[in-house]
């Protein structure tokens, strides 16, 4: 028996299993990839290194100004929770979904610094997993409570980049 997209998610809400449990989840998942699949990155440990940053730090802070919308805005940043309000600013502009965007750089990040190819995976595995469990519920819920709003965002922002 295969379940609905909505059953996975009411299992994830039972479970409380949460967008930064993904990404744990994604993490470890590169960890055991790579005993299994040790291939290096062709890049030099310092290379990697100043990537990453180039790529986690401005992400860090998409997160961190993201988070900060929905406190001034007043609304909930869980994704099992009820939205009060629709963030359609700052880092909103540009993707709708920044924070689970900003992750996916960190975990990027990681990979780079870790230098193997097996890292690669884990900030696919999260927005695979965010894309197909996290985001339909999201939208479907937005568009529920902003129906006039939500739709023209939508059709102004891509969901990712």
Known sequence: MTETREEVFETA???RIKPP???LVSGLSAFGLESLWSVPLPLSQ???LVIAGLLA???LGAG???LGLFE???TTHDPFGEPAALATTGPYRLSRNPMYLGVAFILLGVALVRGTFAFLAAPAIFLVTIN???VPHEERL???LFPGDFPRYKARVRRWL
């Open 46 to 48: 310092g290379t990697g």
């Open 142 to 144: 937005l568009e529920k």
């Open 72 to 74: 001034r805005r007043q």
């Open 21 to 23: 449990i993904v990404a």
């Open 132 to 134: 197909a469990l996290f």
């Open 57 to 59: 730090l401005p992400a």
């Open 13 to 15: 809400r039972r479970w």
């Open 64 to 66: 961190v100004w993201a």
